[in-house]
């Protein structure tokens, strides 16, 4: 019998949850073939086996979180598919067969067998309840990962006396760790610090006298979640606004857009103005384009776009790779490609991974304005918003209707200052106001 198990995934991946399975059990498989749909932090990844045979058990459900180098379900090499009818007509078949073979040695032997694996049972389940009572009447109040309770259990830690490193108070495997080798001394306070967490599992109990719908967070959704979090608490974040004149990219596209879809295959869109207007922005001011490292900046001369698509299961941001380097139709299909692979689950880590500055567009959804927030480790975002028809007192003071679009840059004042942001946006201004030089630049 041979197992399946959670395969390393990414560098930064090490557990998911059981999304789909795509077998059941009797089902006969190759080796190689895709079996269970794993949701990652990031992205959906499919694990495949490594055996060929039939599937005889199918060990973690689906909903269920599981690591890497968790055993999800067994595959018998040597088996035949049928289902588990066939199975079981098979096994009985075999069983009177060797019943009618068997002397009365071999069938004590039996018995004594089977009662013995009945006690081993039962001294396991009776194991379980008891850990599991334990678990709850010692941690029920604790908030923790599935993985940081197992841990817990093999070094013997109460999970009261760990202290979360999660700002949401989740305690991870690594805290469980930290524990164990004396990282938390805390055990004298240890009261004060669990009415946070007390509270918080309160609440999320709460009865309503009302109907309502509980829906598990997926863990994407957590990761986005937790994630906004850290970037609130960790980052200096401010935003600047400005607004935009979209007459004359408007008027460009209406004059090309027939003859470039002619030529490329695919339509000029406000995207790939946005993002050469970005690029040449990021030139100007490179630390929009940088990250903190420790006590360095890190200045990056390479342009790899974020472009925010919104999906089903929560907001992806695949990047553009070397976007300085792609003509206008490059940068199209480019964007329309990772967008189409974020509708149809079919993005990978290396699509999600580098980017060193996010466009979100908001005005798709109808958004007039709004205050992104940052994409960490990256200091910098562009927030684009709905195209409206306002009056604009032009130069000669006359007041003209023009389409008008707010925009908003997101940034890290620890290393961008109001100046520089402000100065950014003003960049981006004009270069859209002024579509020309982005051709010829572009």
Request: negative net charge.
């Amino acid at each position: 019998m041979s197992e399946i198990k959670i395969p390393e995934l990414a560098e930064s991946i090490t557990e998911g949850t059981i999304s789909e399975w795509l077998v059941k059990e009797g089902d006969k498989v190759e080796k190689g073939d895709a079996v269970v749909e794993l949701e990652t932090d990031k992205v959906n990844v499919e694990v495949n086996t490594d055996y060929a045979g039939v599937i005889t058990e199918i060990v973690s459900q689906e909903g269920d979180d599981v690591e890497v180098g968790d055993v999800i379900a067994k595959v018998d090499e040597n088996g035949e598919a049928g289902g588990s009818d066939s199975e079981e007509k098979e096994a009985s078949a075999e069983s009177e067969e060797t019943e009618a073979k068997e002397t009365k040695s071999e069938s004590a032997e039996k018995e004594e067998k089977e009662e013995k694996e009945e006690e081993e049972a039962s001294s396991k389940e009776e194991k379980a309840d008891k850990q599991e009572e334990d678990d709850s009447s010692d941690s029920g109040d604790v908030i923790a990962s599935p993985a940081a309770r197992k841990r817990a259990r093999e070094l013997g830690i109460d999970l009261n006396d760990v202290q979360a490193r999660d700002p949401l108070g989740r305690i991870r495997p690594e805290d469980v760790d930290s524990a164990a080798k004396g990282g938390n001394e805390q055990k004298d306070s240890k009261p004060a610090k669990k009415e946070e967490p007390k509270k918080q599992a309160q609440s999320e109990t709460t009865e309503f006298e009302k109907p309502v719908e509980r829906v598990k967070m997926s863990r994407r959704r957590q990761t986005i979640a937790n994630r906004l979090v850290d970037v609130q608490q960790e980052a200096a974040m401010l935003t600047t606004f400005n607004e935009v004149d979209m007459s004359a990219i408007m008027e460009l596209r209406n004059k090309r857009k027939d003859d470039f879809k002619e030529k490329h295959g695919i339509k000029l869109g406000f995207m790939s103005f946005f993002t050469k207007a970005v690029i040449g922005a990021l030139k100007d001011f490179p630390l929009l384009n940088a990250e903190i490292q420790g006590k360095e900046i890190v200045k990056k001369q390479f342009y790899d776009i974020g472009i925010a698509v919104s999906t089903e299961e929560g907001l992806v941001v695949p990047v553009v790779r070397d976007a300085d380097k792609l003509d206008f139709a490059g940068v199209e299909k480019e964007i329309a490609d990772l967008g189409k692979k974020a509708m149809n689950k079919e993005l990978t880590m290396k699509d999600l991974q580098g980017g060193t500055f996010t466009i979100t567009n908001g005005g798709t959804f109808g958004s007039m304005l709004s205050t992104p927030i940052l994409n960490a480790p990256q200091v910098g975002i562009l927030g684009m918003h709905n195209i409206q028809k306002r009056p604009v007192v032009m130069p000669d003071d006359s007041i003209e209707v023009r389409p008008m679009m707010y925009l908003a840059v997101s940034y890290d004042h620890r290393i961008v200052d109001g100046k520089e942001a402000v100065q950014f946006l003003v960049r981006i201004k004009e270069l859209l106001e002024d579509p020309y030089d982005l051709l010829l630049e572009g």
